[in-house]
């Protein structure tokens, strides 16, 4: 349990830190500055043989054809192996402006093997609204690597079927943004709590005088700004880095049954409550053994099973907590009992059951 008691260490060394002035832009954002996200389907040319032969992608192969005046006969189905269909998408970040380029990430969407060595056909780029918004086109850089055998066999690294293309989509339209727009800016918390906007608000009208921030809820705090584009970047440029001091966190417990990480709040408090820990270890061994036959008596000789059962008792423990048992308490007395990571999400889990927990036990 050395591990443990090291963890639990530096943890209460961090809790008991007293807490830290964060500046607006790292805890809130800008209502309207945000990305949006783009998504296109394509044609990969160029592969060597890891292509596909499906309906859609010869559908799509004979389209484009179309598009530059080659038509091919309605019952003549295209025999491609260098082609592949794929979907594109990118996020197009806040304040792009048409002419800037962007990474895009290309994905087959068929039985392609691999896109390694591809090159991307020009590709439309749509957002939600149905309006194209970029252009991609470009080779593609592949991290993945497959080979197959006659027999079989394959061997694949990481993800053959997947690329990107370094700055491979050019804007083509801009997205108009509510920054631009009416007499005020709202900030919106990251996490959002009544304490934390409260500060912030706070914060803005100690600097800029009474009225000028106004808490809306929990999560947003809308702030008076000037209309003059120039003068409200410079204006928003000082509020972001203002530093103020945010709430604590409620109280939680977070448990992650998969891989038995479990992380306490410092604000995590117990009633009155009184614990006992114990375990029952159960181990079953099977020892083969030969059966030999007398020569004179005939027989068939056989293998028997001969089953060990060992149940070993552990010793239990039991521990009091008084009213309002700190975390720092609460894990050394655990620790102290020896409990593995199983055990305590089992003694967390039946202290709230019990209701000695005054946090939320979070379950992931």
Do not use: C
Request: net charge negative; hydrophobic share 45%; proline share 4%.
């Amino acid at each position: 349990m050395q591990w443990l008691s090291v963890i639990i260490a530096v943890f209460l060394t961090l809790t008991t830190l007293p807490a830290q002035a964060e500046r607006i832009k790292d805890v809130a954002m800008v209502e309207g500055v945000r990305s949006n996200q783009l998504v296109g389907y394509g044609l990969v040319v160029g592969l060597p043989g890891t292509g596909e032969k499906d309906r859609y992608t010869q559908q799509s192969f004979k389209a484009m054809l179309n598009s530059f005046g080659i038509t091919l006969p309605a019952n003549l189905q295209p025999k491609i192996k260098n082609v592949a269909a794929v979907a594109v998408h990118a996020e197009m970040p806040a304040f792009i402006k048409p002419g800037q380029t962007m990474d895009v990430t290309v994905s087959s969407i068929g039985s392609a093997k691999s896109l390694r060595g591809g090159t991307l056909l020009q590709t439309f780029l749509k957002g939600i609204d149905g309006n194209v918004y970029a252009l991609a086109q470009g080779s593609l850089v592949v991290g993945g690597l497959g080979a197959e055998g006659l027999d079989g066999s394959q061997v694949m690294i990481n993800t053959p079927t997947v690329g990107r293309i370094a700055n491979g989509a050019t804007v083509e339209r801009a997205i108009p943004s509510p920054f631009t727009q009416g007499d005020f800016i709202t900030f919106n918390l990251n996490r959002p709590d009544f304490t934390t906007a409260k500060r912030l608000s706070d914060t803005i009208n100690n600097l800029l005088g009474g009225g000028t921030a106004t808490a809306m809820d929990a999560a947003s705090v809308r702030v008076l700004a000037p209309r003059d584009m120039g003068q409200r970047v410079a204006y928003l440029s000082t509020l972001e880095n203002l530093e103020f001091e945010p709430a604590d966190n409620a109280a939680k417990i977070i448990v992650n049954s998969r891989t038995g990480t479990i992380v306490i709040g410092k604000n995590v408090k117990l009633q009155p409550a009184a614990i006992t820990h114990g375990g029952l270890t159960v181990t079953i061994a099977e020892n083969a053994q030969v059966s030999q036959p007398n020569a004179l008596a005939g027989g068939d000789t056989v293998v028997t099973n001969q089953s060990i059962i060992d149940v070993r008792q552990d010793d239990s423990r039991a521990f009091v907590f008084d009213p309002g048992v700190s975390l720092d308490d609460l894990v050394r007395a655990i620790n102290e009992v020896g409990a593995a990571p199983g055990d305590l999400m089992a003694i967390l889990e039946a202290l709230k059951e019990a209701g000695a927990i005054n946090g939320q036990l979070v379950v992931i």
